[in-house]
């Protein structure tokens, strides 16, 4: 039984980081840091029960989107038939473990079945499950490099590809990279870091009347857990819903030209790589107005989205002070109000 996500107390950035990335996937994704104890794996575990359905290849084990790039099987099926039926499935999160090894990641092909029966059998890997729905990895920063690796590769290209004995299977591979991470145990290497679009760091929670309320509802989840879920079922059937209004409304919400100049406004002034800080704070800003049920981007979506955006981009330059970067962000955000409309 899976504690429901909108009976979390607190953690506010965390659980909007998680839902901007439901509403946008091409956000790219969410890297939570906290110390142990706040929540981190709960929220990600608690998200699979607002997940929305996608339409998808009827029986497909891809999750292959109709109208986007197939798997070999969806191919040579649309070869044979003309066409393929189509169903819809709800989204999931696929969890990726420590320790896991290549062939697990990536899926495998049966060399000796196709050498005694003539035919091609692939055995899905992670990568196979995690295909448009949402991939988990906790302690992401403590997984081994040729992993690590592949994910990159995976994250980069969409695709997955495994080759062997000179027989291929080629399937879609776009997930929404999910990470958590005690940053006391390690950092993570940059290449992956850049790679999830948001950013959180949580904390344990000081206020003595939320912490009360953190025990009354662990205790009343352990005490009866299905109790505790009908009790937070309409809260978490209105959320469900909100997301998918925010899903209808997103493509209606125009960039304007002085939002855009607003974001570059902040990202030109910081010791930034690239422009993917750019193109993720603009998605996210645009996310978070759909989700609150506006109708164009405002100053409080572009600075709320500011953090959690370009957190992880920022760089110290030699010398600088520990959180010199942050504090010039907090400044860029208190000033770009100054003649918005």
């Not at 469900?240 to 100049?261: F, Q």
Request: aromatic content about 4%; glycine content about 8%.
């Amino acid at each position: 039984m899976i504690f429901p996500f909108t009976a979390i107390v607190g953690q506010e950035e965390m659980k909007t980081g998680l839902i901007l990335n439901v509403i946008d996937p091409s956000i790219g994704g969410l890297l939570i840091m906290g110390e142990r104890g706040t929540a981190k794996s709960t929220a990600v575990r608690a998200l699979a029960d607002l997940l929305p359905e996608i339409e998808v290849v009827k029986g497909c084990r891809f999750n292959c989107d109709p109208d986007g790039f197939l798997c070999t099987e969806c191919r040579e099926k649309l070869l044979k038939e003309g066409r393929l039926e189509r169903e819809r499935r709800k989204m999931r999160v696929v969890e990726l473990p420590l320790g896991v090894t290549e062939d697990r990641v990536v899926g495998t092909l049966d060399i000796e079945h196709a050498i005694r029966m003539g035919e091609r059998r692939f055995e899905p890997g992670i990568l196979a499950d995690a295909n448009r729905n949402f991939l988990y990895v906790d302690e992401v920063n403590l997984l081994e490099d040729h992993i690590v690796d592949l994910l990159l590769d995976s994250a980069a290209m969409g695709v997955n590809t495994v080759e062997r004995e000179g027989i291929s299977f080629v399937h879609p591979a776009r997930f929404i990279l999910v990470g958590t991470m005690n940053p006391e145990e390690g950092d993570l290497r940059p290449q992956l870091l850049d790679r999830f679009g948001l950013c959180v760091k949580v904390s344990s929670i000081q206020d003595k009347f939320m912490r009360m309320e953190i025990l009354r509802r662990k205790a009343a989840f352990d005490d009866d857990p299905e109790g505790f879920k009908r009790a937070w079922a309409r809260e978490q059937e209105e959320l469900a819903r909100a997301i998918m209004e925010a899903k209808r409304r997103l493509e209606r919400i125009e960039i304007t030209d002085e939002v855009l100049e607003s974001i570059v406004t902040i990202t030109s002034s910081l010791n930034l790589d690239g422009h993917r800080a750019d193109i993720v704070m603009m998605k996210a800003a645009r996310a978070l107005a759909a989700f609150r049920g506006k109708e164009r981007i405002g100053l409080e979506e572009i600075r709320d989205s500011a953090g959690m955006a370009l957190n992880h981009r920022m760089k110290r330059l030699p010398f600088e002070e520990i959180g010199a970067q942050e504090e010039k962000l907090e400044l860029l955000l208190s000033s770009i109000g100054d003649g918005w409309r």
